[in-house]
């Protein structure tokens, strides 16, 4: 009975290695959403961030190239997208389904209202996509139509109205 029990223990304290290792190494918290929210299957359009540490990622426009042709073929897609700025992290997942049903996943870190929550919401059915050109991470970003949206207070821009961080802004509505 105790060696069994000592396997059992030891195969679990492997597996939570395993975990704690690929968490730390590499699996951020938005990729993590943007996998329990996907279906198998699905087109991974990639991880576009302002970032040099992150390795070679691909760049934004060939990320939302990817999920708008999966979209109109009504194939699964997942894109996520990170910026970086002095004191705050910004993600934003979109994750569709084969039928063409999305949502949008966003996670901030830093200096941001409600840091450290996952915050999303269901996407407009039709899904329509919209690229936000003018991100204040200097890379395009896609989002579910309508961007900004409109009971958030972000300006045109996606800034937030009462100045500093799009987190702050998006949050509050999610």
Not at 102 to 115: D, I, K, P, S
Request: with cysteine; net charge positive; proline share 4%.
């Amino acid at each position: 009975m105790k060696k069994r029990l000592g396997i059992v223990s030891a195969i679990m304290v492997l597996a939570a290695g395993i975990v704690a290792y690929r968490l730390c190494d590499g699996w951020t918290v938005i990729e993590i959403a943007a996998r329990l929210h996907s279906e198998w299957r699905r087109t991974s359009c990639g991880h576009v961030t302002n970032s040099p540490y992150h390795g070679r990622r691909p760049s934004a426009d060939a990320a939302i190239t990817c999920a708008q042709n999966a979209l109109e073929h009504h194939h699964a897609f997942s894109v996520i997208f990170t910026g970086y700025s002095i004191d705050d992290e910004v993600s934003n997942a979109l994750v569709a389904n084969s039928k063409g049903e999305a949502v949008e996943v966003l996670y901030a870190t830093g200096a941001v209202a409600n840091r450290n929550r996952l915050l999303r919401r269901r996407c407009d059915f039709p899904t329509r996509l919209v690229v936000e050109k003018d991100s204040p991470f200097g890379f395009p970003r896609l989002h579910c139509a309508e961007w900004p949206p409109k009971d958030l207070g972000l300006n045109r821009r996606g800034h937030s109205v009462d100045c500093c961080n799009i987190a702050a802004a998006l949050m509050t509505g999610l």
